[in-house]
């Protein structure tokens, strides 16, 4: 039986097509949530925090709309958050929907897990790397 490439989820009652994350993308995200618990989930201009607030927002929308299969929905989220009728925190759920329909095997959500794909993928590019300057 072939991947699915794509999977639907609903939010907003909005039937929405969604693409798996890679490795790299969850990656990020679990540094996203270590960042959060570090530094805050509100974003105030007046704080020393706030260019890595904004920085970091920034990197989780990119990523988010990495993850929708049509560009024609992120457009529409990003439409609903410069109308005012939706708070970007109100797309984190969206987020958890997306890891959920897309958990499986191949995803880890354990500690161990994510570190036994770490060290696979690490040394996946180990081994991949051409030799420099023509050295064996």
């Given at each position: 039986?072939?991947?699915?490439?794509?999977?639907?989820?609903?939010?907003a009652d909005r039937i929405i097509e969604?693409?798996?994350?890679?490795?790299?993308?969850?990656?990020?995200?679990?540094?996203?949530?270590?960042?959060?618990?570090?530094?805050?989930?509100?974003?105030?201009?007046?704080?020393?925090?706030?260019?890595?607030?904004?920085?970091?927002?920034?990197?989780?929308?990119?990523?988010?709309?990495?993850?929708?299969?049509?560009?024609?929905?992120?457009?529409?989220?990003e439409d609903q958050m410069a109308e005012?009728?939706?708070?970007?925190?109100?797309?984190?759920?969206?987020?958890?929907?997306?890891?959920?329909?897309?958990?499986?095997?191949?995803?880890?959500?354990?500690?161990?897990?994510?570190?036994?794909?770490?060290?696979?993928?690490?040394?996946?590019?180990?081994?991949?790397?051409?030799?420099?300057?023509?050295?064996?």
């Open positions: 039986m072939a991947e699915q490439t794509t999977r639907p989820i609903e939010f969604t693409v798996k994350p890679n490795e790299g993308q969850v990656a990020v995200l679990v540094r996203m949530g270590f960042w959060r618990r570090n530094y805050g989930e509100e974003i105030d201009p007046s704080s020393p925090q706030f260019a890595k607030q904004l920085s970091a927002l920034n990197r989780l929308m990119t990523l988010i709309a990495a993850l929708f299969a049509k560009q024609e929905d992120w457009d529409w989220i005012g009728t939706m708070d970007p925190k109100e797309v984190l759920p969206l987020l958890v929907a997306i890891l959920r329909v897309w958990n499986d095997e191949e995803m880890p959500t354990n500690r161990a897990g994510r570190r036994t794909a770490a060290k696979k993928t690490t040394a996946k590019r180990v081994q991949q790397l051409p030799p420099v300057d023509g050295r064996t």
